[in-house]
């Protein structure tokens, strides 16, 4: 273990095997991992210096960006809308598209009605 390894919170933990539970082609509930004929190590994983499962990694892991950032070390940012940690690329304040789209709707809205009630207090 090197000194960036740190343990995973409970949360965390629930995240992997939810993600090797319901997108890992190579995990049957009743086997656990087929290529390796035993259970998921992915799914006892207790620290983030752990080496990963190569098809986890690069297959599985990808769809979850917090959880990338976690294990790849990246700089993350909160999501303004939905509070999520996302990985920091550029200038990015929103985790997705449609976070950006809610809070676009959401600035609209109010910009919309402060016109309206400078026009009712004219």
Known sequence: ???????????????IKNLVSNECANYDPEYGC?????DCYMCCIGFTGNKLCKYFESSVL???PELTALFKRL?????????????QDGKRIYCSDECAKAARREQTANRVRKHRQKKTDM
């Open 34 to 38: 087929l290529p390796l004929d035993a």
């Open 1 to 15: 273990m090197n000194k960036y390894s740190r343990e995973l919170t409970s949360k965390e933990k629930r995240k």
């Open 75 to 87: 700089p993350t940012k909160i999501c303004k809308q939905c509070g999520k940690k996302f990985p």
């Open 62 to 64: 990808p769809s979850s």
